[in-house]
């Protein structure tokens, strides 16, 4: 098996499972909610709510099912990326995309399905993170988060709300060329193409 894909995996599930001490995951499903305590749920998020709320609920039906479709060819162009991998894990559906020129460059997309509470639940547990910054991708709220921050060493991670219940999680793992020495720029850019991937643009 690749050694850059179990490396990936082990580092994607320690960005988004870090969090189990406080008693919520970023990557592992809670169990499900009876009706009273969901209802009891979305009061106390509405209270406790920190995170922003997206302009517009965007069309995740494809993602949801296959993370490859993050983004579209425009967007692989533009980054210099080949057609995604897909595969599954506990967190949601992923997808690995290697640099045409470069597969020692990647970046991990994982549709973070495993959580309901999107990008809040990226705030609730962002005492575990190494690094935590707000930023936007073309126009939706995004967080820059990591449990270990390895930023130069070419990793970086960032969730970018796509609704208010559903987060995209994006690592990026350079080991050459600019992306290496600014690896959250690659990750911010992947995040603008997503948007317009989703918007349809």
Avoid: W
């Avoid at 009273?36 to 406790?48: L, P």
């Amino acid at each position: 098996m690749n050694r850059r894909l179990l490396a990936a995996g082990a580092l994607a599930f320690a960005v988004l499972a870090v969090a189990g001490c406080s008693g919520k995951t970023r990557g592992t499903a809670n169990p499900a909610a009876t009706a009273e305590s969901s209802s009891s749920e979305t009061t106390s998020r509405s209270a406790a709510d920190s995170a922003p709320r997206v302009p517009e609920p965007l069309n995740t039906a494809n993602i949801t099912s296959d993370a490859c479709n993050t983004i579209n060819a425009a967007g692989r162009s533009t980054l210099s990326l080949g057609d995604g991998t897909p595969r599954s894990t506990g967190n949601g559906p992923s997808c690995t995309f290697q640099e045409a020129a470069d597969p020692g460059n990647q970046i991990d997309v994982t549709t973070v399905t495993a959580n309901k509470n999107g990008l809040q639940d990226v705030y609730d547990t962002k005492a575990n993170d190494a690094y935590f910054g707000e930023s936007q991708a073309y126009g939706y709220p995004a967080v820059y988060a990591a449990a270990l921050d390895d930023r130069k060493n070419g990793k970086c991670g960032l969730f970018v709300g796509v609704t208010d219940e559903l987060a995209v999680n994006i690592l990026v793992q350079y080991d050459h060329g600019a992306g290496a020495a600014d690896p959250c720029s690659v990750a911010g850019k992947f995040g603008e193409a997503m948007v317009q991937t989703l918007m349809g643009g």
